[in-house]
Nanobody, 123 residues
Framework: QVQLVESGGGAVQVGGFLKLSCSVS?????MGWFRQAPGNEREALAA???????KVADSVKNRFFISQDSTENIMYLQMIDLKPEDTAIYYC????????????????????WGRGTQVTVSS
C-alpha cells in the first residue's frame, strides 16, 4: 500500500517562498501536486514521472517547480513569489501506473493521495 505524507506548509507573506515535501512509501511511477482552496475545485499544479519528466500547470509555471529525490523517496514542490491566491491545502498524489503525458495533470489518474498541508499567503 502506498502512503504519502506532505510537509512544509505554513504561513508566509506575499512574495515569499515555501518548499513542500511529500514522503512516499511503496512503489510509485508517477507523482503530482494538487491544491484546493475553500469553495474551489481541486487544481492540478505539477507532476513528475520516474524518468524525471515533468509537467507544470500554466497557472503556476515559472513560480512552482517540481522535483524528486528517488533515493530518498521524496517529492518536492518549490514555490516562489507566493500570492494570496496560492492559499490552499496542498496535496501530493501518486500512482504506480504509467500515464500519457497528456494525462499528467489529470487528477483521476492518481490512485493514492496524502492528507494535505496548509499553505497560507497573507499580504
Amino acid at each position: 500500500q502506498v502512503q504519502l505524507v506532505e510537509s512544509g506548509g505554513g504561513a508566509v507573506q506575499v512574495g515569499g517562498f515555501l518548499k513542500l515535501s511529500c514522503s512516499v512509501s511503496g512503489y510509485t511511477y508517477f507523482m503530482g501536486w494538487f491544491r484546493q482552496a475553500p469553495g474551489n475545485e481541486r487544481e492540478a499544479l505539477a507532476a513528475i514521472d520516474a524518468g524525471d519528466t515533468d509537467k507544470v500547470a500554466d497557472s503556476v509555471k515559472n513560480r512552482f517547480f517540481i522535483s524528486q529525490d528517488s533515493t530518498e523517496n521524496i517529492m518536492y514542490l518549490q514555490m516562489i513569489d507566493l500570492k494570496p491566491e496560492d492559499t490552499a491545502i496542498y496535496y501530493c498524489a501518486a500512482t504506480a501506473e504509467t500515464q500519457y503525458y497528456s494525462d499528467y495533470l489529470n487528477s483521476e489518474k492518481f490512485a493514492y493521495w496524502g492528507r494535505g498541508t496548509q499553505v497560507t499567503v497573507s499580504s
